[in-house]
């Protein structure tokens, strides 16, 4: 029998989970059908209760249920558990076993990908939210020299500065506070792309050979991007192989089985200019 996965979120429209999973499901021979589903807001559980129901094997969960998918799992991963939030469902027999594989999959996309090792480099994200927190814990096994949590609000920096302490030399402070500090990564980890804006990171964080990384997906030069090239940056990369890279974690978790992703996150790039 075919195996029923989905994507849930609202709104769901500009997903391009389907196409990836589709793609992978096709390179790798697995019987599997993958679909988007709006789901709605304050019937999180009732709808995935009914895709359960009619076979549902697993799903990706996006804005705005990752939350309430931390909450209707029975299990959680350690990731999970540190993001807060959760990106894949598995669901066996009575289990709802729940994982984040965002910052994973960010992470294979700087180390192999763009060929960008972590280990013994000088690693700055911007932003606080949910975005930053599901990346913290795997940039951390990567074992960076430092890893500093710049944000508007300091103190939200400084409690996931906190909370992450045991794993890794993380510390946290505000834009003005990075004058003067040079780094090898900069991660834009803010939601500040999806509306035009820039963080107020002063334009000397970046080491000359730095790499500069917008989480966010197909929006072209973002304001940080720009900011960085301006600054003489030339590696440059968008959220594309994140995506795709989560997207890959999550399939082999299900089916047992990794696609390729180099010809996935090819067909997906949209140029930053
Ligand atoms: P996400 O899940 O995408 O991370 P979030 O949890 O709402 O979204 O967090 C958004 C992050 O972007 C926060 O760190 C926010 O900073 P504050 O905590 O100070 O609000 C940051 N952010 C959003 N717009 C920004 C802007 N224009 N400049 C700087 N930081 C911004």
Known sequence: MT??????????????????????????????????????????????????AA???????????????????????????????????????????????????????????????LKGTRVLVLGAGGAARGALLPFLEQQPATLVIANRTLEKAEALAKEAAAHGPVSACGYADLEGRRFDIVFNATSASLRGELPP??????????????????????????????????????????LVEQAAEAFAWWRGVRPETGPVIERLTVPLT
């Open 55 to 117: 076979g549902g094997r697993g799903m990706n969960v996006t804005a705005p249920f990752k939350l309430e998918a931390f909450a209707y799992a029975t299990e959680r991963s350690p990731r999970a558990q540190m993001a807060g939030a959760v990106n894949a469902l598995k669901f066996e027999d009575g289990r709802v076993i729940a994982e984040n594989f965002d910052g994973v999959g960010l992470t294979r996309d700087v180390v192999h990908n763009l060929g960008c090792p």
């Open 3 to 52: 195996d029923r996965y989905a994507v849930i979120g609202n709104p769901i429209g500009h997903t391009k989970s389907p196409l990836i999973h589709g793609l992978f499901a096709e390179v790798t021979q697995q019987d599997l059908v993958y679909t988007a589903i709006e789901g709605r807001i304050g019937q999180f559980a009732a709808d995935v209760d009914a895709f359960r």
């Open 201 to 242: 990171v002063p334009a000397s964080v970046f080491e000359p050979g730095a790499l500069a990384y917008e989480l966010a997906y197909g929006k072209g030069l973002t304001p940080f991007l720009r900011l960085a090239r301006q600054t003489g940056v030339d590696r440059l990369a968008d959220g594309v192989g994140m």
